[in-house]
């Protein structure tokens, strides 16, 4: 079956042939970097989607990594977020520019949130409220080491950065920050009187058909492939993150800083449905893509509204980046390729690598342009 991946380059090219290059880049990628194992998610613009995985779910048991296999995403999650953000901001019911205090300033905690009065909802969404992060603070990375089991309110992850000195004024500069996305997400209950993994649920996952997404909202998650963080990790202070399937940690913490896990496939589906207009109009897509710079995440990359905005030697890409201990995950639409592709890894130890996730998943990309 043919399938015209790339007008603008005018060219066809053959499904079967493009896995077999995206396999031979993929296997190959794995033996350079020596991560344990991979998935790769490809979903055309002509309708077609695939996956392939390379190494091993288990290395321990030296389980062969399944292609549907269930890894947590990371700050990819984030999408979600503010696609459910930017739908309400069509129907009118949240305004981008509008300052926080607005809906949730009768929140006990927001009297200490740093620069809390200034902040505007869009500033959350593109990280330049100057919300630091909570989640590599040392007293809270011991305390979700200290008790693994705990069930983590979001105002309780908020009172790690409390009354803290904001590092510049809201608008004024730029840090990523989970923060940012903990607020949001409260902003966005407040305004739906609805939990937000059920506003995620109802809105992008059932629609889209998204069977292969689940919230990762405890230590125990069906399917969930083993994750290797590396000798390194503060959170749990281990390299294995999976122990008999169960978590070393919660990662039910995360919530709207990522708080998913899901397969490269379905990963790669919904980057294609958010980026290609079938979630937000194309008007409001844009708004979404004009980004703010981002130094902390390379040269000339950019951060929008839950979009990290790249330059890349196979043209514009649209997407977002995800890190969880033990997991990395990449999610990426290639508008010149007509493609969205999404790779994950069962290991975060990205000094052990060499090279970033997101720079490989680019590299894989360039077999779609051969």
């Not at 109009?281 to 979009?307: F, I, N, Q």
């Not at 390729?337 to 975060?348: C, K, M, V, Y």
């Amino acid at each position: 079956m043919k399938i015209l991946l790339a007008a603008g380059l005018g060219f066809l090219a053959d499904v079967s042939s493009l896995r077999t290059r995206l396999q031979r880049d993929l296997d190959a990628l794995r033996v350079e970097r020596g991560f344990p194992g991979a998935t790769l998610g490809v979903a055309l613009d002509g309708g077609d989607s695939f996956a392939l995985a390379t190494g091993l779910a288990d290395r321990e048991k030296e389980i062969a990594m399944p292609a549907d296999a269930l890894l947590l995403q990371g700050s990819v999650g984030k999408t979600y977020v503010a696609a459910v953000a930017l739908q309400l901001a069509d129907e009118g019911q949240l305004e981008l520019d509008a300052r926080i205090a607005t809906y949730v300033g009768d929140a006990p905690w927001f009297a200490r949130l740093p620069n809390g009065p200034d902040i505007t909802v869009r500033m959350l969404m593109n990280h330049t409220s100057g919300l630091v992060r909570y989640e590599f603070q040392e007293a809270f990375t011991k305390d979700l080491t200290a008790h693994p089991d705990k069930t983590w309110q979001p105002p309780e992850l908020l009172e790690y950065i409390l009354g803290r000195t904001a590092p510049f004024a809201a608008g004024a500069g730029w840090e990523y920050s989970d923060t940012n996305y903990i607020v949001l997400a409260l902003v966005v209950e407040k305004v739906t009187a609805k939990r937000l993994d059920a506003l995620i649920r109802a809105r992008l996952l059932i629609p889209l058909e998204l069977g292969r997404t689940v919230p990762s909202d405890r230590r125990r998650i069906d399917g969930l492939c083993p994750g290797y963080a590396g000798p390194e990790n503060p959170f749990g202070g281990v390299d294995a993150m999976l122990v008999d399937g169960t978590m070393v940690i919660n990662p039910q913490f995360e919530w709207a800083g990522g708080g998913y896990a899901s397969s490269a496939e379905d990963l790669a589906c919904w980057m294609r449905a958010l980026q290609g207009g079938r979630i937000v109009d194309r008007v409001r897509l844009a708004e979404a893509r004009r980004g703010v710079d981002a130094p902390l995440l390379g040269p000339g990359v950019k951060y929008g509204l839950g979009v990290i905005v790249l330059d890349t030697p196979v043209g514009a890409a649209y997407g977002h980046s995800g890190f969880f201990p033990g997991y990395c995950a990449e999610a990426y639409t290639f508008p010149r390729l007509r493609a969205s592709l999404a790779l994950q890894i069962n290991s975060s130890d990205i000094k052990k690598m060499g090279e970033t996730p997101r720079s490989m998943l680019v590299r894989l990309a360039g077999a779609l342009a051969r």
